[in-house]
Structure formats: structure tokens, C-alpha cells
């Protein structure tokens, strides 16, 4: 979606691969899987010596490396030998998880004229791995995927319920929800991992598989209330399923925080949460007024708009600071 983005903003974009893509068989990523929870993933894709060729051959501006996993030090070094390129690094995720860094990655840290984070708590983090510059991200839409879609009734019973989530299981993510059934609140969950959840209670339905693109946006949009859980092993504050959901035209019921208090006004854009009891409450509410969750839902939906939030406005922001910096 991000290279997408960069391409309809008119730059001229050659794309890497840098990791098996996720469609391929269990078999063929078991082993590299192994390998990146130890800290060292492989470079079956050969993206290190794609970048190297690509860096005599094209003399790119900018070489924007997206969660470099794999990516070394010494193909940064060569990248700097061959051209004039700035060359930035986005990790989504936390550096200080296993899922966002790697030894390779730690190693090559001070070799990146700029670091993109979207977590507050990596800017020191990074700048104490000798990071040279280091710039706070955003999460972003994408709004080609992420908008309002009609659904059919057809979909909207394949696809929603009163009160959904979608991603992967989390203990206090099951937690909240099974609460929640046990209230009698109707709960459907989509995403990996929750197969064991089976059967434990009438009002939990568990769909044991992620989406993606629109089949993601229709479920958002055939759900009455989108749960907006985060993940407390990442420090999150918000995520991009803050703005996917809103964007869609979703109701948004989330974690109280910082971030999503500074992203939408909370009873007009948004609704939040701080505790079981002050959830369970707002989805009783909600559930029974639906002239008030959709007037939200709509107000949100501008606020993405308005604000700028999608990937295109995040991006050329993010390019424009790395213009600057090559300038200076």
C-alpha cells in the first residue's frame, strides 16, 4: 500500500522484494521462520544483492527500506558507494520486540541516514543503537482499501455481527471478549490463532483466518461496533486498525490512550475505553442507540479525511523530511 502511495504521488518507484512472500506454502517459510526468531533471517530473496545492483544502475534518491529485517551493513555501505541516496528505514513495529528487529538490523542502525518510528519510546532507543537521525510516524489507511463499501445482507451475515475483531489472538484481547460473552454481548472474531476459543461460549464466534484488502473493509463495515484492542508487548498507542476501521466508516471502540485522544474526539469521532466494566458499559450503549454510533461512525470518518491520516498524506510528509535532510 505504501508503494502504491509513493507511486501515485509521482515518483518513480523500483520495488525490491525483501522477504518469501506470505502466500507461499507453510513448508517453504517454515525454515525461514526459524531462522528469524533466532535473530538472523534469511535473505532467501537475495535482496541484498538486488539493492547493490540496483544502486549502480539506477542512482536513486532515496532508498526507502521498509522493516529491513535482513538488510546489512555492508549493503548500506555499497548502496553509499554507488550513489547519492538517502537512505531511510520504516519499521512499523517495536525495535524492542522480537517481531522488529533482528541482529542484522541492530547492526546496520548507524549505517541509515534516517530512522521512521511509530512509537515515541524507540526515538531514544534507536538514537542509542548510534542512530544518526531519527523521525515519529505515523500509522496511516490506505484509501483505495479503507472506505465506506456497500455491503449486501448476504455479506453483512458472512462477514460481521453486533460486535467484532479483527487480528491476531492475544491473551487479554480473549480476556475482554470473553467477558463480554458472558454478559451476553454477541462477539465475532476473525484473525489467527483463536481456533482453541472454539466452542467456549455461544455468544463467541471465532472465524480461525485473517483478511485482507476488501473483504477486510466489508467485515469492518458489517460490524456495528469494531473493537479497537492494542498490543501492550509493543507499547502501542494507536494502530493502523485505528484509522483502517474509522476510515471505513466503521464505530470505533478502543483503548483510551494518548495518541487516540490526540487523533479523534472522543464521544464525537470515536469511543474509548479504560477499563472491562467501562467497556462493557459503552457496548451495551452503543448497541441499543444506533443513531448516535452511526453519527460517530460518520464524524470519524471525515476526521480521517480532514486530518489527513491515509497513506499519501502520511507519506509525503515523510518524503518531504527526507528531502530536507539530503538538501541539508
Not at 501515485?8 to 517454515?30: I, M
Not at 535473530?39 to 544483492?49: I, K, M, S
Request: charge should be positive; aromatic fraction near 10%.
Amino acid at each position: 500500500m505504501r508503494l502504491r502511495a509513493l507511486r501515485e504521488l509521482g515518483h518513480h518507484v523500483v520495488d525490491v522484494q525483501v522477504c518469501v512472500p506470505y502466500h507461499e506454502s507453510r513448508f517453504k517459510r517454515l525454515v525461514p521462520s526459524a531462522f528469524t526468531k533466532l535473530g538472523y533471517p534469511l535473505d532467501l530473496v537475495h535482496a541484498n544483492r538486488r539493492l547493490c545492483e540496483l544502486s549502480a544502475t539506477c542512482h536513486p534518491d532515496i532508498v526507502w527500506i521498509d522493516k529491513g529485517m535482513s538488510i546489512t551493513k555492508n549493503t548500506l555501505l555499497v548502496i553509499k558507494q554507488n550513489s547519492p541516496a538517502t537512505i531511510v528505514s520504516y519499521n512499523p513495529d517495536d525495535i524492542m520486540q522480537p517481531a522488529g528487529r533482528s541482529a542484522i538490523y541492530l547492526r546496520a542502525i548507524p549505517f541509515y541516514d534516517v530512522h521512521f518510528t511509530t512509537r515515541i519510546p524507540n526515538i531514544s532507543e534507536l538514537y542509542g543503537f548510534r542512530a544518526r537521525r531519527v523521525e515519529r510516524a505515523w500509522f496511516a489507511f490506505d484509501k483505495h482499501v479503507h472506505r465506506p463499501l456497500s455491503v449486501t445482507c448476504a455479506e453483512k451475515s458472512a462477514l460481521g455481527g453486533p460486535v467484532g475483531f479483527i487480528g491476531t489472538y492475544e491473551r487479554d484481547r480473549a480476556e475482554e471478549m470473553r467477558a463480554l460473552a458472558q454478559a451476553g454481548v454477541p462477539i465475532r472474531i476473525w484473525g489467527s490463532g483463536w481456533r482453541h476459543l472454539r466452542g467456549r461460549d455461544p455468544n463467541l464466534r471465532i472465524d480461525d483466518r485473517p483478511l485482507y484488502n476488501e473483504e477486510y473493509s466489508k467485515a469492518v463495515c458489517s460490524f456495528d461496533i469494531s473493537l479497537g484492542f492494542l498490543r501492550k508487548a509493543n507499547r502501542d498507542q494507536h494502530t493502523t486498525r485505528s484509522l483502517e476501521i474509522l476510515a471505513c466508516g466503521g464505530f470505533l471502540l478502543a483503548e483510551r490512550t494518548e495518541e487516540h485522544l490526540e487523533l479523534f474526539e472522543e464521544g464525537r469521532e470515536a469511543e474509548f475505553y479504560s477499563s472491562s466494566r467501562e467497556l462493557h458499559d459503552k457496548v451495551v450503549y452503543y448497541l441499543k442507540n444506533e443513531s448516535a454510533r452511526k453519527a460517530i461512525a460518520q464524524a470519524g470518518q471525515r476526521r480521517c479525511l480532514a486530518s489527513g491520516y491515509d497513506n499519501h498524506s502520511r507519506l509525503r510528509k515523510m518524503v518531504d523530511a527526507v528531502t530536507v535532510l539530503s538538501c541539508g
